[in-house]
């Protein structure tokens, strides 16, 4: 294992770890990157959902380090799990510059996180749906019905969420 990965091992799923750490080499060295996109298939679940929290982080500030791998980003997260990996894959997923058949394929990978037990899981992909729906006009009109379904029965953070995200698109549809 590369020694970036090293550095994302041990403790619990409650801790980051060394992530920031992680974060300021691969900012520095941004050839790195790729070894944190090899984490995401680690043998170690705690690798995997600690090189996601890198990778979120990485690529708020860089979006452009996802392109090269963004086929094995949505493989990842139409397979993945593990709550922890979803909810970044779902801050990310976003980030990418997606065709319509791979924005469809994204939107049907979401509506299954919609399913997921956590909500953090379900925020973050309603998140993902609205930010999708606002580079893709045409998915704004499903988009709004599913959050405004979501927004009746979810969590609290859920439902303070869809409100904001639902005005949003409801501003975007109008304009």
Known sequence: MHSLLNKLEGGDRR???????????????????????????????????????????????????LAPCKKLLIALAAISREKEVRWHLAQMLPRVKLNRPERQHVVGILMEYFDDSSSIVKTHAMQALADIARQAPELRPSALAHLRELTLIGTPAMKARGRKLCAELERLSCS
Do not use: C, N, Q, W
Not at 23 to 41: R, T
């Open 15 to 65: 801790s980051i770890g060394r992530s920031e750490e992680v974060v300021a080499d691969v900012i520095e060295e941004p050839g790195l990157f790729s070894v944190l996109v090899d984490g995401l298939d680690a043998d170690d679940p705690i690798v995997r959902m600690r090189a996601a929290d890198a990778m979120e982080k990485i690529t708020a500030l860089h979006p452009e380090y």
